[in-house]
């Protein structure tokens, strides 16, 4: 886990955010990377940091880093041994130096046995645009302050794991920097943490899409939305802050629908209204999260699949062109995570898109795979064959 540097707080409520964030990356570590700066030199800081580090009776690293090279810094090195975690291990960071040496070091620390429930526990990503509440809805389901809550736009810089258990499962949820438009994406910090939220995507199971009530979906949440789609992520589209909209008969199922419109190739994302606030319905989302990450999985056979194929070809006509017409030979589902269906044909240009969202609709609603995405790949196969 990466956070965010401890300093003196001086009142500010950003500082005094990361002191008590890092406090908890102490307590969950199993081993801690202490980092100084050789350039600097041994601070006051780096004093009150070790005293932080030896409370917490953690195995801790001291590491110098920008040491370029260790002949000319050899002394500036040595400084540092007064910290009381001997053999200081010298790394630049910028130019890659030492970092093989650390890592070697990081896992003779690890402990023996670690348990691996990764695969037990559902990754949920919580994604959005700035400021939409991202971080205040992943500490109220931790019930404590894990991530950097502010009403300021941008502050969770990186994305943060955080281990969840309560009586619907196992979950990691994955607190993602807003993501920005891209044009306003200028300073190298800001690429970066796009760059981490894509990652932390890519590695969910179930993306959180956050939008924020009073401004309904906006441009930007298209694109964030697209994303976890493109990567074949499970979705659950989450409006936060419905306890600060204004409401009158027949708005919920009026907002859903504007949502739907704007987000049409989302229509099979299930929406649910929250406040992360106060609570509201916040607890529902983990059997949404339960069921869209068990839809995702799902395998079907393929004898179930051709059934549903059959019986959609009953219903509608394969369509025709030039006196051709679509022969749909059968259909194997090949991988999850999302669902992908290969689907045989005699020829691939008559299977036109319109066709195809009609057999998606047909397995999905046969499958109640709500959701997540479907894939299909069609393949050409001879009528002999």
């Known amino acids: 886990m990466i956070q965010g540097g401890i300093e003196n707080a001086d009142g500010d409520i950003i500082k005094e955010q990361m002191r008590e964030q890092a406090q908890i990356a102490i307590e969950i570590a199993d081993v801690i990377i202490f980092l100084t700066d050789v350039k600097e030199g041994l601070t006051a800081i780096d004093e009150e940091i070790a005293v932080l580090l030896k409370k917490s009776k953690k195995p801790v690293l001291l590491v110098c880093n920008k ?91 990186d994305s943060i794991d955080s281990e969840f258990e309560n009586q619907y499962g196992k979950y990691v949820f994955i607190d993602t920097a807003g993501i920005r438009r891209k044009s306003k994406v200028k300073e190298k910090i800001e690429k970066y943490s796009v760059l981490r939220s894509s990652f932390a995507i890519e590695r969910a199971d179930v993306c959180l899409m956050l939008i924020e009530a009073n401004e309904g979906v906006t441009e930007q949440d298209a694109k964030i939305a697209g994303e976890a789609v493109e990567a074949g992520k499970g979705i659950i589209i989450v409006v936060n802050k419905w306890d600060e909209y204004e409401k009158q008969t027949g708005t919920l199922e009026k907002y859903k629908q504007e949502v739907y419109n704007k987000l049409a190739y989302l229509s099979y994302a299930p929406i649910i209204f929250i406040s992360a606030k106060t609570g509201q319905r916040v607890e529902k989302l983990f059997e949404l999260i339960n069921k869209v990450n068990e839809n995702n999985s799902k395998r079907v056979t393929t004898s179930e699949v051709n059934q549903v194929i059959n019986e959609a070809i009953a219903m509608v006509q394969p369509p025709s062109d030039k006196g051709k017409r679509l022969k749909i030979f059968y259909g194997t589902q090949a991988a999850t995570k999302p669902p992908t269906f290969v689907i045989f044909v005699n020829q691939k240009d008559l299977f036109h898109f319109s066709y195809e969202r009609y057999i998606v609709n047909q397995i999905r609603r046969e499958f109640n795979l709500t959701g997540t995405p479907i894939r299909i790949i069609v393949r050409e196969k001879m009528e002999k064959e």
Not at 73 to 98: H, M, T, V, W
């Open 67 to 157: 040491v370029d090279s260790f002949e000319k810094f050899r002394n500036d090195i040595y400084e540092f041994y007064k910290l009381g975690f001997g053999e200081p291990i010298p790394i630049s960071s910028s130019n890659a130096q030492g970092i093989g040496d650390l890592l070697d070091k990081v896992y003779e620390k690890l402990p023996e046995e670690i348990e691996d429930e990764e695969q037990e526990r559902i990754k949920v990503a919580v994604i959005g645009k700035p400021n939409v509440g991202k971080s205040s809805l992943v500490n109220r389901i931790l019930g404590e302050n894990r991530n950097i809550v502010s009403n300021i736009a941008g502050t969770t810089r």
